[in-house]
């Protein structure tokens, strides 16, 4: 009953856990879409000024032809980006039973508390499942010693006969004896000893597993978080700073369209690449979380 009930356990965690999963690549995947649709935009604006250019003479003719070349592959990566949300919303949509489901609200806390963690590795279902085992194999034990103990059964039988003989009435005892309990009850006892001790030396095993799993898993989340504030902090402000200085130059004529259409798209790049490493990081918290923590966030 014990190993049943934490079974269930483990399967409505797994179901959570990939739930909160699918929820993260749809949002993520919508705010993508979202970039490269402000792309769009402003290339779109670019473009827009390639006329009043060429016919100044500020822009040679074959660069009006590169926005639309960058408009087409950026309809390419739209494509994709939105394959992208209706690949995650089915994912959702098979772990809610919600049909069309849509993402609400802001994203959850991704920060990890590493003490509690710790503390909570000793309440995992895997690890209920594991102690069931061991009280099961001490069962065993028990039982095997038991057989080894004599027992005994009372039975009693009444008969009635032909008159000229009377009423019969018997009671007997019977004693079961273990009998070679060298070569037949003590091999099987000290087999059942053996195996309930493997059974808590796995059952020890594991739970140093976990604790290794988790400290391992806390350094990796780490390098993470490392790498989205360093994206956030530094690499995505200096590619903002130089589309905007190349906008610049290209309003007062100093560079050619080409290098402003590129610092855009960088920027965009940029953007992206901030989301993914977020995504990479929100992703792997929630994991953790969920499969570390008895009660759910």
Known sequence: ITAARANKEALVQDAQLYSALSWIDLHYAQRRLH????????????????????????????????????????ADRRSLRAADIEKARAMLARWTGVDRPETEGSLPDFTLDREVLLNTVKELPILDI??????RAEADVE??????????????????????YGEYVSVGVTIDLPLFAKKRQNPL??????????????ASDLERQLQAELSRDFAENRSYRES????????????????ELEQVSYGAGRVDLDTALNAAVA???????????????VRDTVRIKYTYERTQP
């Open 130 to 135: 594991q102690d069931a085992k061991v009280e």
């Open 228 to 243: 989205w504030e360093r994206s956030k902090n530094t690499l995505l402000p200096l590619a903002k700073k130089q589309a």
């Open 35 to 74: 970039i490269l649709e402000v792309l769009q935009q402003s290339l779109n604006e670019l473009s827009a000024t390639v006329g009043a250019r060429l016919e100044s003479g500020i822009t040679r003719p074959a660069e009006a032809f590169e926005p639309e070349l960058l408009i087409a592959k950026l």
């Open 267 to 281: 920027f965009a790049e940029a953007e992206i690449d901030l989301l993914d490493r977020e995504a990479t990081l």
């Open 143 to 164: 039982l095997a010693r038991a057989n080894k103990r004599p027992d005994f059964s009372v039975n009693a039988s009444y008969a009635h006969r032909r008159p000229e």
């Open 189 to 202: 006892i000290d087999a059942r000893i053996l195996e309930a001790s493997a059974a808590r030396l796995e």
